[in-house]
């Protein structure tokens, strides 16, 4: 069956980096686009930013947009989150997510196929 499992969260002083992960397997991973999500205690689960399955297309929430940097690596079947100058309100649970839909990256969760458990960032300010 299909698994995205996510790695690299944890604790960080506020202006420091993480580097999340995401390995896929059970899927055709360099298929998909991948976008990775985030949703704190009673919000909405919000995107962060997606990739298409090449790499060649990357975007990114206004939010992040400068800070974090998401890549991918087919032949290891992972995604990566780069996040620098962490905020306290990047403070979240993180997902990565597979979309089957070829060629694009969207920001609707609804378009996403599977989803990963999630894996928490804790930013002290």
């Known amino acids: 069956q299909v698994q995205l499992v996510e790695s690299g969260g944890g604790l960080v002083q506020a202006g420091g980096s993480l580097r999340l992960s995401c390995a896929a397997s059970?899927?055709?991973?360099?298929?998909?686009?991948m976008g990775w999500f985030r949703q704190t205690p009673g919000k909405e689960r919000e995107f962060v930013g997606g990739?298409?399955?090449?790499?060649?297309?990357?975007y990114y929430a206004d939010s992040v947009k400068g800070r974090f940097t998401i890549s991918r690596d087919n032949a290891k079947n992972t995604v990566y989150l780069q996040m620098n100058s962490l905020k306290p309100e990047d403070t979240a649970v993180y997902y990565c997510?597979?979309?089957?839909?070829?060629?694009?990256?969207?920001?609707?969760?609804?378009?996403?196929?599977?989803w990963g458990q999630g894996t928490q960032v804790t930013v002290a300010s």
């Open positions: 997510a597979a979309d089957k839909t070829f060629g694009t990256v969207t920001s609707t969760l609804a378009a996403y196929d599977y």
């Open positions: 059970g899927l055709a991973f360099n298929t998909y686009a």
């Open positions: 990739i298409t399955w090449s790499g060649g297309i990357t």
